[in-house]
């Protein structure tokens, strides 16, 4: 079975024959981690990496303009980022409007030329996706992440955001509106395009519960993912939504919006909660924990979290994949565990 079917399989509760895995490697770790034992562990893992052929060292990867330390880099929507690690994505250091004065003048990005970060080539993206299509792949496509809670909150900054939603301040409608329909014109072209598969990448939640209230996304932000997750489904596409963070109190909402697939992170929500309210409801995109066992406990805690994992979410019909995203800080011996509990647990249910 391909990958592409495997996915669109556990998405659809249509039997895969494994759990499908991956396992994204941010390019900060390789000037964190010994490149050539980075190298060997993915030559060693052919489950989670299938396609992987050794790169002369050093390896050398290049850094998305926003992921660049000690430049500033301006987005699509006139906000100014900045970041400490090359390859580790920063904060908003000056929003495009820290007060409402300017709004008369501020004009949204076109999407026939930018994504959000910056420059779209539609016809390069069309390429992609036909290759991706020739080749067997999942043809897929995505919002950038923070496609529009977080794009308000880069825009008018954190706080000032929730004073608007607090405040009913009228011109915050006029710019979601603004963003929603720039967000809608790239949905619309991926859709034309062919994808099957389509990212909604976007944070909500915070290490202890949401990042705005319930009401206020209800309110706010939900009508916008409602209607655009709407066109994803009606064209056939599986819609991908993707949190960090405690999103418990959102997750109703979350599922009213049609949501297919969830991308979630596991001990921050609980595995037992997970279970409950989203296990054969949606397909489980599980995001390993970075923070505590993998990062702090031994080979034999990180065996037992995977095991837990498949054990409480899993299921023969599918509805079930496992992901991490390395990043710089997990000892090398927890790397190594975690790739091989992510490809012993996958056959679990495997015929």
């Given at each position: 079975?391909?990958?592409r079917?495997?996915?669109?399989?556990?998405?659809?509760f249509e039997?895969?024959d494994?759990?499908?895995?991956t396992?994204?490697?941010n390019n900060?770790?390789?000037h964190?981690?010994?490149?050539?034992a980075l190298?060997?562990?993915m030559?060693q893992?052919?489950?989670?990496f299938p396609?992987?052929?050794p790169?002369p060292l050093p390896?050398?990867?290049?850094?998305?303009?926003?992921r660049?330390?000690?430049?500033l880099?301006?987005?699509?929507?006139?906000?100014?980022?900045?970041?400490?690690?090359?390859?580790?994505?920063?904060?908003?250091?000056?929003?495009a409007?820290?007060?409402?004065?300017?709004?008369?003048?501020?004009?949204?990005?076109?999407?026939?030329?930018?994504?959000?970060?910056?420059?779209q080539?539609w016809?390069?993206?069309s390429?992609?996706?036909?290759?991706?299509?020739?080749?067997?792949?999942?043809?897929q496509?995505?919002?950038?992440?923070?496609?529009?809670?977080?794009?308000?909150?880069y825009?008018r900054?954190?706080e000032?955001?929730?004073?608007?939603?607090?405040d009913?301040?009228?011109?915050?409608?006029?710019?979601i509106e603004?963003?929603?329909?720039f967000?809608?014109?790239?949905v619309?072209?991926?859709?034309?395009?062919?994808?099957?598969?389509?990212?909604?990448?976007e944070?909500?939640?915070?290490?202890r519960?949401?990042?705005?209230?319930?009401?206020?996304f209800?309110?706010?932000?939900?009508?916008?993912?409602r209607?655009?997750?709407a066109?994803?489904?009606?064209?056939?596409c599986?819609?991908?939504?993707?949190?960090?963070g405690d999103i418990?109190?959102?997750?109703?909402?979350l599922?009213d919006?049609?949501?297919?697939?969830?991308?979630v992170?596991?001990l921050?929500?609980?595995?037992?909660?997970?279970a409950?309210?989203?296990a054969?409801?949606?397909?489980i995109?599980?995001?390993?924990?970075?923070?505590?066992?993998?990062?702090?406990?031994?080979?034999?805690?990180?065996d037992?979290?995977?095991?837990?994992?498949?054990?409480?979410?899993?299921?023969?019909?599918?509805?079930?994949?496992?992901?991490?995203?390395?990043m710089?800080?997990?000892?090398l011996?927890?790397?190594?565990?975690?790739?091989?509990?992510?490809?012993?647990?996958?056959t679990?249910?495997?015929?």
């Open positions: 079975m391909s990958n079917e495997r996915l669109l399989r556990a998405a659809r039997r895969p494994r759990i499908p895995i396992m994204g490697i900060a770790c390789w964190r981690y010994p490149q050539d190298q060997a562990l030559a893992h052919p489950l989670l396609d992987f052929k790169q390896v050398k990867p290049a850094y998305a303009p926003w660049i330390a000690g430049k880099y301006t987005d699509s929507w006139g906000c100014a980022w900045k970041t400490v690690e090359n390859g580790i994505t920063g904060a908003v250091s000056r929003p409007l820290p007060n409402w004065e300017a709004f008369k003048r501020y004009l949204p990005p076109d999407p026939e030329t930018q994504n959000g970060w910056g420059a080539d016809s390069k993206e390429v992609r996706i036909a290759r991706s299509r020739e080749r067997g792949g999942l043809v496509g995505s919002l950038r992440h923070g496609h529009t809670f977080l794009t308000l909150t825009i900054g954190y000032a955001l929730l004073f608007d939603m607090s009913e301040e009228p011109r915050l409608g006029v710019l603004m963003v929603e329909t967000n809608t014109a790239l619309r072209r991926y859709v034309d395009l062919g994808v099957e598969w389509l990212g909604f990448p944070d909500l939640g915070m290490q519960g949401p990042l705005l209230s319930p009401e206020h209800r309110t706010y932000i939900k009508p916008s993912y209607r655009m997750m066109l994803a489904r009606e064209a056939g599986v819609v991908h939504m993707h949190s960090d418990r109190t959102l997750a109703g909402d599922l919006c049609g949501v297919d697939v969830i991308n992170q596991d921050v929500n609980g595995l037992d909660w997970l409950e309210t989203f054969g409801r949606v397909c995109d599980l995001d390993l924990d970075r923070q505590r066992v993998t990062r702090f406990g031994s080979p034999d805690d990180i037992a979290l995977v095991l837990e994992a498949v054990t409480k979410l899993g299921s023969r019909d599918g509805g079930l994949i496992l992901r991490h995203g390395l710089p800080g997990l000892p011996a927890n790397v190594a565990a975690l790739m091989d509990a992510m490809e012993r647990y996958a679990v249910y495997g015929e």
